[in-house]
């Protein structure tokens, strides 16, 4: 490969030494939290705001409303891969995660200001729906841009460990919105949240874009992007879609691959505690402590399957996971009763497991497409399997435990699982792999 031209060089060069790398990955970190922050703040706050939305008797189908409007925000998901994708392959991963985090910001804040149902009908309802929509766009094109961006920036000996750190930071996102939903629940009420509050966390997502702008705008480029740049002008569309075509194994490992992982995660890691409030009656402020408490043990188990995947290989680490949950997904979810405490046990075996696949997913992902298609490649697939599978768990889980059913969702996990496993199998090991 060609030495990059001058300018990027530069650039590269700060990110990859020694002195550096710690000050780039945080940066990219905390722009990633702020926008997860954004994105599961509704999924949290969902219990306390259906009713501003949606008119219905019963507090089960306003939720299922609110649910179906998170679902929707997917639907965009796979066109940000892509389009995010495409930018981040021409114009470079961090204008692409730049742009994306701004979106998310900018739907945040439009929730935060919205009308209710109650004052402008079914106008308020529209509202919604568009800025999850946005929401969902940005949020395809920030998997593509930052899972590449993790790994190229990574040592090639240590990038499942420096992977783990994009779920460390996208989990503190999800512990800030809790976090904040618990600290608004224990000082204003649920009555109170229920009213007026739950704008709150809306209004500081979208503030904290500010923050998330200037950090972002001041990362290095990766010198993998800025290489082949040199090497090579950027593909046109055409170019890219053929890559993309070139490279379908992959592809079609990475659906393998998120089919489960992304219902257990959107179940587990985002909407049970809508679910333990709303249907399994947990106290809303008790849950999302437990949310937060449980999250902040994930964090802290993150890196250890990172350098267990270092160390023994991706393959063995995500078999972990599948063996974990074709055995657990049964017991863990229908255990679930009123009690927070049992919650608090349930989630952090779950979570635990779903360690050993997020933590290390943005390098095994990455170490499957070479450098030209490689966000694509990433926010195409994935972003498509998250739309279908992890936007709607939610949704089905509360809508079949109202009827009683739940296991039948267990055993739509079980399935999926199993795919996943067999997917694992059938892939080459990737550790320690270069990026080309």
């Not at 796979?78 to 994708?85: A, E, K, Q, R």
């Not at 450098?371 to 509360?398: H, M, N, Q």
Request: hydrophobic fraction near 50%; charge should be positive.
């Amino acid at each position: 490969m060609s030495a990059p031209s001058q300018h990027p060089a530069s650039d590269t060069r700060s990110a990859g030494a020694p002195q550096h790398r710690f000050r780039t990955l945080l940066g990219a970190g905390v722009g990633n939290a702020l926008e997860w922050y954004d994105w599961s703040v509704y999924a949290v706050f969902a219990p306390f705001f259906a009713a501003q939305f949606f008119v219905d008797s019963n507090a089960t189908g306003a939720l299922l409303s609110t649910l179906a409007v998170f679902a929707v925000g997917f639907v965009m998901r796979p066109i940000g891969g892509f389009v995010f994708g495409w930018l981040a392959d021409r114009r470079g991963r961090r204008f692409s995660m730049t742009a994306s985090m701004l979106l998310m910001a900018a739907g945040s804040l439009v929730i935060g200001v919205s009308p209710t149902h109650h004052q402008i009908g079914l106008c308020a309802t529209a509202i919604l729906v568009t800025a999850r929509l946005a929401q969902g766009l940005a949020h395809g094109g920030e998997i593509a841009a930052s899972y590449t961006y993790i790994a190229e920036i990574a040592p090639s000996s240590r990038r499942g460990l420096w992977s783990t750190s994009l779920y460390v930071s996208v989990t503190t996102g999800i512990v800030l919105a809790s976090l904040i939903g618990a600290a608004a629940g224990s000082a204003l009420g649920t009555a109170t949240l229920q009213d007026w509050g739950w704008r709150i966390p809306f209004l500081f997502g979208g503030l904290l874009g500010i923050a998330g702008l200037y950090l972002r705008r001041s990362l290095p480029e990766t010198s993998a992007f800025a290489g082949e740049g040199a090497a090579t002008p950027r593909p046109s569309t055409r170019e890219l879609l053929r890559g993309l075509a070139a490279n379908r194994a992959s592809l079609y490992r990475i659906i393998g691959f998120s089919l489960a992982s992304t219902v257990v995660y959107y179940t587990w890691a985002i909407g049970i505690s809508g679910y333990a409030i709303t249907n399994r009656g947990v106290p809303a402020t008790q849950a999302l402590w437990v949310t937060v408490f449980v999250n902040l043990v994930f964090m802290a188990t993150l890196p250890l399957w990172g350098k267990l995947s270092d160390r023994f290989g991706r393959k063995p680490v995500f078999l972990t996971y599948g063996i974990a949950f074709l055995l657990l997904s049964f017991p863990l979810l229908l255990g679930i009763t009123g009690s927070a405490v049992r919650l608090a046990l349930f989630m952090l075996v779950a979570l635990v497991f779903l360690g050993a696949f997020v933590g290390i997913m943005p390098a095994y992902f990455a170490e499957l497409f070479p450098t030209a298609v490689r966000a694509s490649g990433i926010g195409v697939p994935y972003s498509f399997v998250v739309a279908v599978f992890g936007g709607t768990a939610p949704y089905l889980l509360t809508w079949l435990s109202g009827m009683h059913l739940q296991w039948i969702f267990a055993l739509y996990m079980v399935v999926l699982v199993a795919i996943g496993v067999v997917t694992t199998l059938l892939t080459p090991e990737t550790k320690g792999r270069e990026l080309s």
